[in-house]
């Protein structure tokens, strides 16, 4: 009898064990998951961020990209426009 007490008390210390981490966890998981879920937040303004950035860069090099001849036709333009204001 004494036998059965024992092996009933060591089971139900292992289950308080197994509940306690299991507990544990659980709220380890929750933690983890706030974490994940700022980080994807923070690396989707990131991505956001640098799309911004390199359609930016983008647009600057374009209108770096203009020839010399490509200049002579949008001053030349210009002065069309002008000169048609000024009648």
């Excluded at 509940?19 to 709220?27: Q, R």
């Excluded at 990131?46 to 983008?58: A, C, E, F, G, V």
């Amino acid at each position: 009898m004494s036998n059965s007490r024992e092996q009933l008390s060591s089971l139900t210390e292992a289950v308080s064990r197994l509940i306690d981490a299991y507990t544990a966890l659980k709220e380890s998981n929750s933690e983890l998951l706030l974490k994940l879920d700022a980080a994807e937040k923070a690396l989707t303004e990131d991505r956001h961020k640098s799309s911004t950035i390199n359609n930016q860069s983008t647009h600057s090099s374009r209108s770096q990209g203009l020839t010399a001849a490509d200049m002579d036709a949008l001053v030349e333009e210009i002065d069309s426009c002008i000169a048609l204001l000024k009648k």
